[in-house]
Each structure stands twice: as C-alpha cells, then as structure tokens.
C-alpha cells in the first residue's frame, strides 16, 4: 500500500489524495512533453531535408554542403522555434491584458 | 515563468463557458487546450522557418529573418481568430437554417 502521508483529499477524484493527483498529472504532462518533443523533431527533421537535400539523389551519402547544410539548418531552426515561442507568449499576454481591461471597464 | 506563462498560452477567455463543469472536467479541458496550444507551436514554427527562412550560408538567424518571422506569427494568430469568427458565422447560419435557433432580430455585428 502506500505510505504517503495523505493531504486533504480532492472533491474531483475522492479517495485519491492530493499529492497522488499531483503526481498523476506530472505523469501526463511528462508524456505530454516527449510527444511534443518527438513532434518537433519530425518537423525540423522534415524542414531540413526540404532545405538542404538535393531531391535528385546522385548518391546515398550526405555531401560535404548537405551536411554543413543541415547543421546551419537545424541551429536555425531552434532558434527560431525559441523565438516563435517567445513571440506567442508575448501576444497572449498582450491579448490578455486587453481583455482584462474591457472588462474592467 | 516561462512554462507558467505557456501554460496559460491557449486559452480562449473570450468566450465564457455556458455549461458548468466539474472540476476534473475542467482540468482535462485545460490540459486539452494546452496541447493543443503545443501543437499549434510546433505548427507554427515549422511555417514560419519554411516561409522566412533561406540562407543557410550561416547559423545566425538574421534580423530580416527575425521580422519575417515575427510578422508570420502575427499574422498566424491573426488567421485563426477570422477562421474561428467566419466558421461561428456559418455555423449559425447552418443551425438558423435547421430551425434549432431563432434568427437574430437585429443584424449581425461586423467585427
């Protein structure tokens, strides 16, 4: 059985405890964070080759420019997914922010 | 907070909820918009890089590259707030037109 101490229990789930519901929800999120992970490597993945491979296929090996490609392109990638983040937050903060002042008027 | 404040990202506080939920409908909700809001991200990133970016005779991103890509997100959000408008709109229409709602007295508000 478990040995944790028991916070007080959640109306939602009855019987579980606080702390059970916390760590089930950073189970999810945790498993939440590898798809998203996975999703975004797909898609750079996929981007780059777009970018960088010649789509005639002359040989199986990466050239010398493909791969030096690839590495400019997946630096650049990241960094624009950093910023893209970035940009979002500050939108719907801003988005927020009008909101709560419409509503205060 | 950096994920505090992506966590909060992908929630429509404009509509208010008409239904009441219980609390862990709530939270499942929040958790579906979060994904989604994730999703969206990834989404977005991938267009933006396609769209804006081209020279690959370096790893810095260049400032042209960079107002490129502001404006591509702007742009993004911009897009989907009018789809969700025009897609409200017909649906609408569609459910005026099957009888359930009664049709508005007045015109509809131009946004």
């Given at each position: 059985g478990r040995t944790r101490v028991h916070r007080k229990s959640s109306m939602a789930f009855p019987g579980q405890s606080a702390a059970a519901m916390d760590e089930a929800k950073q189970k999810v999120i945790a498993e939440m964070e590898i798809e998203v992970m996975t999703d975004m490597y797909n898609r750079l993945t996929s981007a780059c080759h777009k970018k960088c491979?010649?789509?005639?296929?002359?040989?199986?090996e990466l050239t010398k420019g493909e791969a030096v490609c690839l590495d400019r392109c997946v630096a650049k990638y990241l960094d624009i997914h950093d910023r893209v983040g970035k940009k979002l937050t500050t939108m719907y903060a801003q988005d927020e922010a009008k909101l709560a002042s419409q509503k205060s008027q | 907070n950096r994920s505090s404040d992506l966590r909060r990202c992908?929630?429509?506080?404009?509509?208010?909820?008409?239904t009441a939920m219980t609390p862990n409908q709530q939270e499942q909700f929040e958790m579906h918009q979060f994904k989604d809001f994730l999703s969206t991200y990834n989404r977005l990133s991938e267009i933006c890089f396609a769209d804006c970016v081209n020279d690959f005779t370096s790893r810095n991103v260049s400032s042209s590259e960079d107002k490129c890509m502001s404006n591509c997100v702007e742009k993004f959000l911009k897009i989907t707030q009018r789809a969700s408008q025009r897609l409200q709109e017909h649906q609408t229409l569609q459910m005026e037109a099957m009888g359930a709602v009664p049709s508005p007295t007045q015109p509809p508000t131009k946004s």
């Open positions: 491979i010649s789509t005639k296929y002359k040989e199986g | 992908g929630q429509d506080r404009s509509r208010p909820v008409k």
